[in-house]
């Protein structure tokens, strides 16, 4: 299995531990000498696996500091006691010390815990039977990482998939609702300006109708395809709904934002789509554009009414335009 291994210890453990678990050296091993120096490793490399010497000062803290960590709680932490055996005249107090160590481990974050001194203790426990109980405790922990990151493979991807239009393979409008409050945050910690430019295709409904759903939903796969190929590289176009679709254009003014729609008017109204071989369209698009304000709210719902109104003055005033921030605005990041 493809896994990392931290051995927390010192150079008497790395020696036990060696000699015990010698399938160690299939996997990729790094050794830090005490928790203190294997605290920056932890943060920097994520191990999938911890091996801990027990009886290092601060070494259960480690297993503690670990857990209490969202990004690093997957690791597993194996805490290996390698104390001295006891003698026959102190097994019953040290049983009971051993098993009040194993429970403070355990509810400190460790995942697993072994005894090593049982394989020096005659009669009792044998090298090899501690050397598969270390071997089953490493395939555990590996199964374990790797059952998590494939879930975090999974969750990432349905992430994706439900922050996505399947249509038009842009961002939805899930993804926007999440992404505006986000880059309005950014805006005014920076000073800068943001606009939002907000689209609507002209008579949609009447390509539904004459040429068939199949048609429309090509036709808006197209116009987003022309969109995402004509806009800077950090602007976001979204699919809001239906056939509108908006766009955040970051450190960019009125003025900026009614220039930027006016040519993506041009861009879709002037080239016909070819929607197949025996048919093309001629489409128009008609916009509104907005400005943050400095009442605008922060999650962007006054910034997007304000678009969204000037999109509705488009199309009141004949379609096929632009209108853009209604007089009297000044936005962020502008003076007045």
């Known amino acids: 299995m493809d896994a990392s291994i931290l051995i927390v210890g010192d150079g008497d453990f790395l020696a036990s531990l060696s000699a015990l678990a010698p399938d160690l050296a299939t996997f990729t091993v790094e050794v830090a000498p005490n928790p203190h120096e294997a605290t920056p490793l932890i943060q920097a490399q994520q191990p999938d696996l911890l091996m801990i010497q027990a009886s290092q000062a601060g070494s259960l803290e480690l297993c503690q500091q670990i857990k209490s960590q969202s990004h690093l709680a997957w690791i597993y932490c194996v805490v ?5 055996p006891p003698t026959a005249s102190d097994w019953g107090d040290r ?18 815990f072994v005894e090593l001194w049982r394989a ?23 199964r374990r990482v790797q059952n998590h990151r494939e879930l975090i493979r999974t969750n990432d991807i349905l992430s994706a998939i439900a922050l996505s239009d399947p249509l038009t393979e842009l961002n939805n409008r899930r993804a926007f609702e999440w992404e505006l409050p986000r880059q309005i945050h950014n805006a005014r910690l ?18 539904n109708d004459t040429y068939g759903h199949l048609v429309g939903d090509r036709a808006l796969q197209l116009i987003a395809s022309r969109l995402r190929h004509n806009l800077r590289f950090y602007d976001t176009p979204f699919r809001y709904g239906g056939e509108e679709f908006v766009i955040i254009l970051s450190d960019t003014g009125n003025q900026e934002a009614e220039a930027i729609a006016t040519r993506l008017c041009r861009l879709i109204g002037e080239q016909p789509f070819v929607i197949n071989d025996s048919l093309d369209l001629t489409i128009t698009i008609s916009a509104g554009t907005a400005s ?34 209604l007089d009297g605005e000044a936005p962020e990041g502008t003076a007045e």
């Open 80 to 84: 290996l006691d390698d104390r001295q």
């Open 95 to 112: 049983w009971q010390d051993d098993v009040n160590l194993e429970i403070t481990a355990l509810s400190l974050g460790a995942d697993a």
């Open 120 to 142: 020096k203790t005659q009669g009792k426990t044998t090298d090899g039977e501690v050397q598969h109980l270390i071997s089953a405790h490493v395939q555990a922990g590996v």
């Open 190 to 207: 920076r000073g800068m300006p943001i606009s939002l430019l907000m689209l609507d295709v002209d008579f949609f409904k009447s390509i």
């Open 292 to 325: 943050l304000l400095s009442q605008d709210d922060a999650r962007g719902t006054s910034l997007l009414r304000r678009a969204d109104q000037n999109l509705l003055r488009a199309k009141a005033l004949g379609r096929n335009r632009v209108v853009g921030g």
